[in-house]
């Protein structure tokens, strides 16, 4: 169908649909008003024929000394009595019936016109009429349908004598007469509706004739610029000239905006590589082509499996294939360190369009890292070192006092004992130092086995329970889930001791307090969380805890707490501390479930 056309019959159906709705209603309307009309004036009848009837049946029977007649008789004289007045009535109304029904005889009185109904006289009305509700209730009623003398509007009007309805008087016409006068005026109304449509039909078609081709003009600019991104559309006078400029500033600030775009996607050093979600290449900038010199601009357009050297295409279909919309992957390029990351591109409906990959060269800032790493090692031991002297220094000190004084002494065996104790003890603090710096600092393989968190929670727990037993402790474990993962239970143990003895030995020092050890299954981890309410740490030492050789302890030198740290991170998890002075301290153990995780050595 043709724009025009399309265009007419919509302006012609939002013209005519209403009309013909709001002609329906009118229709409607009148066909409600004149039966309300009717209604009306059938009532009245009803109530002129009431008033004709000054008492009831039974008095007009008295007087003709009727009252112990048969139910004939009685019927033929009210018919003789009463005819007359309903005649006179329905005479003055053209298509009118009206009548009067007895109640005690359950039967038609009269029914004029009566040259038209009399044979009607002494029937009774069929079960289910409403005359019966009228009687029985003493109200009017309106009853259309297939009666007496056909589809009738019949009108029912009680005849209520001292608070008892004696029977009902009816006034009805048939529908046919009341259609009779609604058709002139629907189809009066139906031929104005006709006119107005074919002047719409007309005047559309001659007034809208030039907006049409104008439209059609716009519409195949339209189509030229689908094909030709840079095409203007002609230009035509009137009110659409707005939209044709408005559509030509559009296209020339979108080809604006692509040639920026394009500036700063060939401006970025980082390489950038679009991939549609066939797996076609559908834009590369000038730093790929740099970092991929080999490519030679040539790779638009084809197929990235069919170009890309294996471990590339490797790389980008495994990441394509994990379904993620953002990933980074860092790996190892013939002597370079490259870093690749990936973003799903989704248009303004969120449809995926394709994916984006971002590469860079970290080969120099991770020489730089590595270098940093180094130094700032270097630093750490020459700090460490120091720190060592200043720790060996005293007990060296004391070791050869007591070997001056063992040389000046006389030959007491007991204070010479005393003093060969005092050595042995602290040359074996010498040595302690320096096995636990030599465990920091050396390497050691991890021998991990699937082992359950929980349990060595609770076995380590019990240990320290027994050792410090005048302290209230519990384990509380989550219901679901499983604690299982992939560790080294010697060293997690040495962890788990180390945290629980310093918590227990806050504790006792306060003299009062409780401990918890909390058990959380996560998707991918386990957390173990020891919380006491011990003497808690200061702001100030809590930055350096887990330094070698720091330590809040009297005669500790914080390679517990350092070695823990170190043995947590070796799995690839962490240690996370919170305390505040003289209230808790909360110490979280974080360990991943895959037996992947975590480095070799630690």
């Known amino acids: 169908m043709r724009l025009t056309t399309r265009l007419l019959l919509l302006t012609f ?40 009837l000054p008492g009831t049946f039974n008095d007009i029977l008295e007087a003709a000394n009727l009252m112990q007649a048969d139910r004939e008789t009685k019927i033929q004289a009210l018919n003789e009595a009463l005819r007359e007045t309903s005649d006179f009535v329905a ?21 004029s016109p009566s040259y038209q109904f009399q044979y009607t006289v002494g029937q009774s009305i069929f079960q289910g009429h409403k005359g019966y509700e009228v009687m029985q209730r003493g109200i009017a009623l309106v009853q259309t349908g297939s009666l007496v003398r056909g589809n009738i509007l019949n009108c029912m009007w009680p005849i209520n004598r001292n608070g008892y309805t004696i029977g009902y008087i009816w006034a009805n016409e048939t529908v046919d007469m009341v259609d009779n006068q609604i058709e002139p005026i629907v189809k009066r109304l139906f031929v104005i509706l006709a006119v107005i449509c074919v002047f719409i039909y007309l005047s559309l078609t001659v007034s809208m004739k030039g907006l049409l081709d104008k439209i059609l003009s716009i519409k195949k600019g339209l189509d030229n610029l689908f094909k030709e991104p840079g095409y203007h559309i002609p230009a035509v006078k009137g009110e659409l000239s707005i939209i044709v400029n408005t559509v030509n500033s559009l296209v020339d600030n979108m080809n604006l905006i692509k040639s920026y775009n394009n500036i700063i996607l060939e401006s970025v050093h980082n390489g950038i590589l679009a991939v549609s979600p066939s797996g076609t290449i559908t834009w590369a900038n000038r730093a790929f082509y740099e970092l991929f010199p080999w490519y030679k601009n040539r790779l638009v357009d084809k197929d990235y499996k069919a170009v890309f050297s294996p471990k590339l295409k490797s790389l980008v279909s495994e990441i394509r294939s994990n379904g993620q919309k953002h990933d980074t992957v860092e790996f190892d390029d013939g002597g370079r360190v490259l870093e690749l990351k990936s973003n799903e591109m989704q248009d303004d409906r969120g449809t995926n369009i394709g994916q984006v990959f971002v590469f860079r060269d970290l080969t120099t800032i991770r020489q730089y890292e590595k270098e940093l790493r180094e130094k700032e090692r270097a630093a750490s031991l020459g700090h460490m070192a120091l720190s060592l002297v200043h720790e060996i220094k005293n007990p060296l000190t004391s070791v050869k006092g007591f070997a001056q004084l063992l040389k000046r002494m006389d030959k007491d065996q007991l204070k010479q004992s005393q003093y060969l104790d005092l050595i042995d003890r602290e040359l074996n603090r010498v040595n302690k130092l320096l096995n636990e710096m030599l465990a920091y600092g050396a390497g050691s393989r991890l021998d991990k086995k699937k082992e359950n968190l929980a349990k060595l929670a609770e076995e380590a727990l019990g240990r320290w329970q027994t050792v410090f037993g005048n302290i209230e402790c519990r384990i509380i474990k989550e219901a679901h889930g499983s604690f299982d993962a992939w560790v080294d239970s010697y060293k997690l143990i040495q962890v788990l001791d180390n945290i629980l003895k310093n918590a227990f030995e806050a504790l006792s020092q306060k003299g009062f307090g409780k401990l918890a050890v909390l058990l959380k299954n ?35 030198n914080g390679f517990g707490l350092a070695l823990s740290k170190k043995i947590v991170e070796a799995h690839g998890g962490f240690i996370n501390i919170e305390s505040i002075e003289n209230y808790y301290t909360k110490i979280s153990i974080v360990v991943p479930k895959d037996h992947k995780s975590g480095r070799e050595k630690q």
Request: proline residues 2%; charged residues 20%; glycine residues 10%.
């Open 13 to 52: 159906l939002s013209v005519v649909l209403p009309m013909l709705f709001l002609s329906w209603y009118l229709k409607q309307e009148i066909s409600d008003n004149i039966i309300k009309e009717k209604q009306d004036k059938l009532f009245g009848l009803a109530r002129q024929l009431d008033l004709a």
């Open 91 to 111: 005479s003055g109304n053209l298509g009118v019936g009206v009548g009067y029904y007895c109640r005690d005889l359950d039967a038609i009185v009269t029914y």
């Open 522 to 556: 996560k998707q991918d981890s386990v957390h173990i969380i020891v919380v006491d309410t011990g003497t808690g740490i200061s702001a100030d030492n809590l930055r350096r805890i887990g330094e070698p050789l720091f330590s809040t302890k009297h005669g500790g």
